[in-house]
């Protein structure tokens, strides 16, 4: 099976900050890869699917990056609503894994 | 408006059995491919289950096969998730989502989620 791991596991940021947070797949997932953003008590919300394609609707502040084993989610300037929890996905198998997720703080 | 309604949660005693179903509206149901993910109290996103628009491709997490079964009626726009042999590990909201397309191969990105459900697992 595929393993999905997270960095950091926690981050503080500023509103304004360019934050980055990394994914690693235990082998090569090509571009199967997806982002998530789950906020507390709500249901999780599809940024980024595919590693690098932004879903409808999401800011354009949000961008996903690599192929392989290793991905980024980028967000180029934090905005008060981004403090959230991040999870990435692996869709490359249907055993759609889940990384541990990286919550973003203030 | 896309909109995915879960029931069928509650308390249930170690070894039951539990179904939940996943009413979907606003979009055409038999299109696409649906998942259930789960999340216990305080923890992550835990894939369970995946169903093809036709049924005719089914995955499932190791840590549920063989006690888990996940069905859809596309006449009734419905997904469900038969849970037998419950544990206390289980204990999870369980998430129904939309996947983007009709087939588990082609995106396993879920673009829609419903509130979910939440499932108990206790003595």
């Known amino acids: 099976d595929i393993q999905m791991t997270q960095s950091p596991s926690s981050l503080s940021a500023s509103v304004g900050d360019r934050v980055t947070i990394t994914c690693r797949a235990s082998q090569s997932i090509s571009k199967y890869l997806n982002w998530y953003q789950q906020k507390p008590g709500k249901a999780p919300n599809l940024l980024i699917y595919?590693?690098?394609t932004l879903q409808t609707g999401v800011p354009s502040r949000f961008s996903g990056s690599g192929s392989g084993t290793d991905f980024t989610l980028t967000i180029s300037s934090l905005q008060p609503e981004d403090f959230a929890t991040y999870y990435c996905?692996?869709?490359?198998?249907?055993?759609?894994?889940f990384g541990p997720g990286t919550k973003l703080d203030i | 408006e896309v909109q995915l309604v879960e029931s069928g949660g509650g308390l249930v005693q170690p070894g039951r059995s539990l179904r939940l179903s996943c009413t979907a509206s606003g979009f055409t149901f038999d299109d696409y491919a649906m998942h259930w993910v789960r999340q216990a109290p305080g923890k992550g996103l835990e894939w369970v289950s995946g169903?093809?628009?036709?049924?005719?491709?089914?995955a499932y997490a190791d840590s549920v096969k063989g006690r888990f079964t996940v069905s859809r009626d596309n006449a009734k726009n419905s997904l469900y998730l038969q849970m037998n042999s419950l544990r206390p590990e289980d204990t999870a909201l369980y998430y129904c989502?939309?996947?983007?397309?009709?087939?588990?191969?082609?995106?396993?990105?879920?673009?829609?989620w419903g509130l979910g459900t939440l499932v108990t697992v206790s003595s």
């Open positions: 996905q692996q869709s490359y198998t249907t055993l759609f894994t």
């Open positions: 989502a939309k996947d983007m397309s009709a087939n588990l191969y082609d995106s396993g990105a879920s673009d829609y």
């Open positions: 595919k590693a690098s």
């Open positions: 169903i093809s628009w036709s049924s005719g491709a089914i």
